[in-house]
């Protein structure tokens, strides 16, 4: 993500100049034939602009599934002390997992830990609260819990046992 405004001004120059070229070019091949080379180097740039972004953690103020009203499950995390928190995340109504960058916060790394020891110790999955929004305000950070402990199956009734005395008669 460190690259991609650079990228992304690049490939806007580029654009530009391809559109002066393209205005310019009805006279002389050879501004045609730099408007194709022009071309070459912005699909070039954009495609390593895309295959930069590929397997880096989005930031988390960038997430679209903010307002979605579910909590999201957390799959991983990596707590990255004095820099930033990592989270693998499943979001509700989609099967892929996705990738954030969390910036560092003493709170929500001790609530995170707090919850996987939590959920070590029952067996349960870590909750992710996607209503955080960060701003300038002091608002409370993210907050992390723990699914509570899943209900044991409900026991089959008992057989019914009837009893005979052998001696009597009914």
Do not use: C
């Not at 996705?98 to 020891?117: F, G, P, Q, V």
């Not at 950070?141 to 899943?150: A, D, R």
């Amino acid at each position: 993500m460190e690259n991609v405004p650079i990228l992304y001004l690049l490939q806007t120059f580029l654009a530009g100049l391809l559109v002066v070229i393209a205005i310019w070019s009805r006279r002389k091949i050879g501004l045609r034939i730099a408007a194709v080379i022009v071309l070459s180097a912005l699909v070039l740039v954009g495609y390593f602009s895309l295959v930069n972004l590929l397997g880096r953690p989005q930031p988390l103020e960038y997430a679209s599934f903010k307002n979605s009203g579910d909590d999201a499950t957390v799959i991983a995390a990596s707590i990255d002390e004095g820099n930033a928190i990592y989270l693998w995340l499943r979001i509700p109504g989609t099967n892929q997992p996705h990738y954030y960058r969390m910036d560092w916060d003493h709170e929500a790394a001790t609530s995170l830990k707090r919850a996987i020891d939590q959920s070590l110790r029952n067996n349960t999955s870590i909750q992710f609260d996607l209503e955080y929004e960060p701003s300038l305000e002091n608002r409370q950070m993210p907050q992390f819990y723990n699914l509570p402990q899943p209900s044991l199956p409900m026991k089959p009734p008992p057989e019914v046992f009837e009893y005979r005395n052998p001696d009597s008669p009914i």
